[in-house]
T-cell receptor
Framework: AQKITQTQPGMFVQEKEAVTLDCTYD???????LFWYKQPSSGEMIFLIY??????QNATEGRYSLNFQKARKSANLVISASQLGDSAMYFC???????????FGQGTELSVKP | ETGVTQTPRHLVMGMTNKKSLKCEQH?????MYWYKQSAKKPLELMFV???????ENNSVPSRFSPECPNSSHLFLHLHTLQPEDSALYLC?????????????????FGSGTQLSVL
């Protein structure tokens, strides 16, 4: 069975500091994709970053980077230089078998302090 | 004009009402999804349409009835709902080829409809 686990229900970070949000996954598939989405209070899920299971380099998108450790089945999100607007729920998700059918974790609520 | 638009943003309905949620995407995608987000639970996939054909029905009760008249529009018809159906209902879209969505295709979501069933 496929599963995504986010063990941090809530996190606090000081503005301008870096923060790591944890995500571990479980799948027996060899080909899969890992995603991070941000959900502000408005409700919309905003795509942040993607990592493919065969990608050798860690994905980066601006201030977001994905620390992909395949042997440990972890895909942690690193946000550098946190901003107040980064306060939101963050979801890790996985696609396997067939894309589009994302499996989501419970989410981590990030609060950025001024 | 945002990529994926959902209406209404908020809906309150009684258990005997019939209502519909609407989703429209302006991204030229051909696959659309309904997800349910309940408090304290991960998002749950409900339905998938690819090239206007339903390809997934994730054991959703029959009181939820989806409709996809074309690749840009998706509806969720609701009738005789239960209070436990209260949740945020999110619509999403992506690109598919031959009804298959690649594992690297990201989904674009709308802002959701917050549904309360009294």
């Amino acid at each position: 069975a496929q599963k995504i686990t986010q063990t941090q229900p809530g996190m606090f970070v000081q503005e301008k500091e870096a923060v790591t949000l944890d995500c571990t996954y479980d799948t027996s598939d060899q080909s899969y994709g890992l995603f991070w989405y941000k959900q502000p209070s408005s409700g919309e899920m905003i795509f942040l970053i993607y990592q493919g299971s065969y990608d050798e380099q860690n994905a980066t998108e601006g201030r977001y980077s994905l620390n992909f450790q395949k042997a440990r089945k972890s895909a942690n999100l690193v946000i550098s230089a946190s901003q107040l607007g980064d306060s939101a729920m963050y979801f890790c998700a996985m696609s396997a078998h067939q894309g589009g059918k994302l499996i989501f974790g419970q989410g981590t609520e990030l609060s950025v302090k001024p | 004009e945002t990529g994926v638009t959902q209406t209404p943003r908020h809906l309150v309905m009684g258990m005997t009402n019939k209502k519909s949620l609407k989703c429209e995407q302006h991204l030229g995608h051909n696959a659309m999804y309904w997800y349910k987000q309940s408090a304290k639970k991960p998002l749950e996939l409900m339905f998938v349409y690819s090239l206007e054909e339903r390809v997934e029905n994730n054991s959703v009760p029959s009181r939820f009835s989806p409709e996809c008249p074309n690749s840009s529009h998706l509806f969720l018809h609701l009738h005789t709902l239960q209070p436990e159906d209260s949740a945020l209902y999110l619509c999403a879209s992506s690109q598919a080829t031959n009804r298959r969505v690649a594992t690297n295709e990201k989904l674009f979501f709308g802002s959701g409809t917050q549904l309360s069933v009294l």
